[in-house]
């Protein structure tokens, strides 16, 4: 059995006075225009119904207060997605932005040797941010262990998660597979196809 579990991104704050002034100036304020309902779901959706057709159990939860994203609430919802899922079952983990920095903080600091993880993929992932600190080095550590393969995906044209980032990713998990493309911004598209035959094929 094979279990996708897929965490979006969000924000995180080092205070509360920094979330408030973010509402304040940086919170986009937008008339409201119909979506396109391709890109409104996006690659994540697609490739839950992807993995989901192949047979795949699939969970793509909604993280509690994403603008303000607590790790400790987030752990919460990622450990009663875990218990559901049979000890027995190989599991793929996608995080995407701050998806990408909550994951590598729980797999450095959650004991998952009972578990069976075919790969760790960190989309333009950041780290460090509010309460999603980075590891210590032992917790990198960890998270190589723990998983038979790591991916880290990233574009060089991300405004919001620089390649500076997924290079400090990169030095500290060297084993890594780094996937480095010219174009994809914070990889806000319909399809994301190499990933998906990383994953899927």
Known sequence: MK???ILHGGDSWNTQEAYVDFLRTGYRIEAYEPADPILAWG???ALCDKAYARGWSVFFPAFPC???AKYAEWKIILDRVLATVPVDSEITFVGHSLGGNFIIKYLAETDVSDRKVSAV???AA????GSFSEPADEGWERLSRCADAVHIWQAK?????P???SEHIRGKLPGAEYHLFETGGH???AEFAELEGEIIS
């Open 43 to 45: 690659w994540k959706n």
């Open 163 to 165: 390649v500076a980032l």
């Open 187 to 189: 990889f806000r598209i």
């Open 121 to 123: 993929h960190l989309v």
């Open 3 to 5: 279990t996708l579990i």
């Open 157 to 161: 044209d991300d405004m919001i998660v």
């Open 66 to 68: 994403k603008q303000n």
């Open 126 to 129: 950041c780290y460090g941010d």
